[in-house]
């Protein structure tokens, strides 16, 4: 391949907004249930690339779907979203063989002249092959988050500002030496019609005792995230991952979780932010053909305080902490996550093995202090396999899985009090359940800075 400058775009994209509405039919007496809207928007955009900071013609492809109707109060909630970036052969990078990213499309959800923001963020493009004489076409895609109208009337939905994050590639899917990932930021063009897709809102209907409606000019409102946003700024170790593969893209999340100790009959929180501060979590990752691959570290330890009722009856409070055990030379990767999307639903299937030592201290009985010693912890680390689906790995979502917590040594200051926790917490079937928030990638300030999800509590694992 010839030497090219890094990342530059030429070119123009035609511009049409497409949005089509269709009635249902009626039959038999009654009507039939109205079919989507679906957007296909052709639009220009303006991209601020290193050699051209002034805005370089971007042709932008965007397709959701909407559905045809919503009620004032409740959340209208668009489809699978698809952002379509074509990039001329002369910009790809030096040396690509093949260009992964992401995309974030800022939407205006408006309502009776009153705007609200939406951030179409996360939407994953897995790794586009750069081919001699053609426009190499990005295809990024994810779910997006729902809006709630405040009252009656039209809803519209317009395309804002995007974001491009590139990830260059080589023949074995890493990025090529000296290369680094790069964020492009794009404006629409002037004079164009941005709209995606045009909802009616209906009255919410009332009970006689209900209060009044929404006012008709009240903005509506975006989807809140699941957790309350994490306060300040994006933690400083987000994105300082170390380890292997640190040629990937890195970003940051937190997660949460309940974990089921069977022998107890109770479970415990994970990373409990009413005990202590949440450990993060860094992440390095890659878009692949089939979906995504992360590596994952903790950090610092992940801990909790609860109590069981040891035998039946004795009320017992621990601090748990999970630490992840480093790799020694040779070893397969821990903290290995890996999603492969299923091409006719676009569902991510992820699977994610770890290994994690558990420590006990501060203990009491009865509020009794009981002296554990300092290094009350398990054997060897527990091995932690947690599988699930999900509509994109980088926006978060929902593991589960069953794993043995082995037998603990070290436990006391005096006296031998291992059999005591091996007989008690020690054992197979243990279930845990991990929700993992959306990645905060930091270089291109996309989710962050990021948020402690709320830990799902359906399922077993829940307690």
């Not at 639009?43 to 009620?71: K, Q």
């Not at 950090?299 to 902490?321: I, K």
């Not at 290094?375 to 043995?404: H, S």
Request: charged share 15%.
């Amino acid at each position: 391949m010839t030497r090219r400058t890094p990342i530059r775009v030429r070119g123009t994209a035609a511009a049409a907004v497409a949005a089509a509405v269709v009635a249902g039919a009626v039959a038999g007496g009654g009507a039939a249930p109205a079919r989507a809207l679906e957007a296909d928007a052709t639009l220009r955009y303006a991209c601020a690339f290193p050699d051209a900071p002034d805005g370089t013609p971007v042709g932008v492809r965007v397709r959701a779907e909407f559905p045809a109707g919503g009620t004032a109060g409740e959340p209208v909630r668009p489809g699978r979203a698809t952002v379509t970036a074509t990039i001329p052969e002369s910009a790809v990078p030096e040396g690509a063989a093949a260009v992964a990213g992401t995309a974030a499309l800022s939407v205006a959800a408006a309502q009776n002249g009153t705007p609200a923001p939406v951030s179409w963020a996360g939407l994953a493009a897995p790794a586009a092959p750069v081919e001699q004489g053609a426009d190499l076409v990005l295809e990024a895609s994810g779910d997006v988050p729902p809006v709630t109208p405040a009252g009656s009337g039209d809803l519209t939905f317009r395309a804002g500002g995007l974001t491009l994050n590139l990830d260059p590639r080589d023949a074995q899917g890493r990025t090529p030496e000296g290369a680094e990932p790069l964020a492009v930021t794009c404006e629409p063009v002037d004079g164009q019609d941005g709209t995606l897709a045009t909802v009616p809102v209906a009255a919410a209907s009332r009970a006689p005792e209900a209060s009044a409606a929404p006012s008709a000019t009240a903005a509506p409102r975006a989807a809140a995230p699941p957790a309350e946003e994490a306060p300040g700024e994006t933690p400083a170790e987000c994105g300082t991952y170390e380890g292997p593969d640190t040629t990937w893209m890195s970003g940051c999340i937190y997660l949460s979780g309940f974990s089921n100790v069977t022998k107890l009959d109770g479970a415990t929180i994970v990373n409990d932010p009413e005990f202590a501060d949440p450990a993060l979590t860094n992440v390095i990752y890659k878009i692949t053909r089939t979906g995504a691959e992360l590596r994952q570290r903790f950090v610092s330890p992940l801990r909790s305080r609860s109590t069981f009722l040891t035998f039946g009856l004795m009320p017992t409070t621990a601090t748990m902490e999970l630490t992840q055990r480093p790799l020694e030379p040779g070893e397969p990767v821990y903290g290995a996550v890996e999603a492969i999307t299923d091409l006719e639903t676009g569902v991510q299937t992820v699977n994610a093995h770890m290994k994690m030592s558990i420590r006990i201290y501060d203990v009491s009985v009865k509020g009794t202090p009981l002296d554990v010693g300092a290094d009350c912890r398990t054997e060897v680390p527990a091995d932690l396999e947690l599988t699930g689906t999900m509509p994109n790995i980088l926006q978060g979502g929902t593991l589960d899985g069953t794993f043995a917590i082995p037998r603990f040594e070290g436990c006391g200051a005096g006296e031998d009090l291992d059999p005591l926790f091996n007989g008690t917490v020690a054992g197979p079937k243990n279930l845990l359940r991990v929700t993992l928030g959306s990645t905060c990638i930091p270089f291109a300030q996309i989710s962050c800075p990021p948020v402690l999800p709320e830990p799902s509590r359906t399922g077993s694992a829940a307690g």
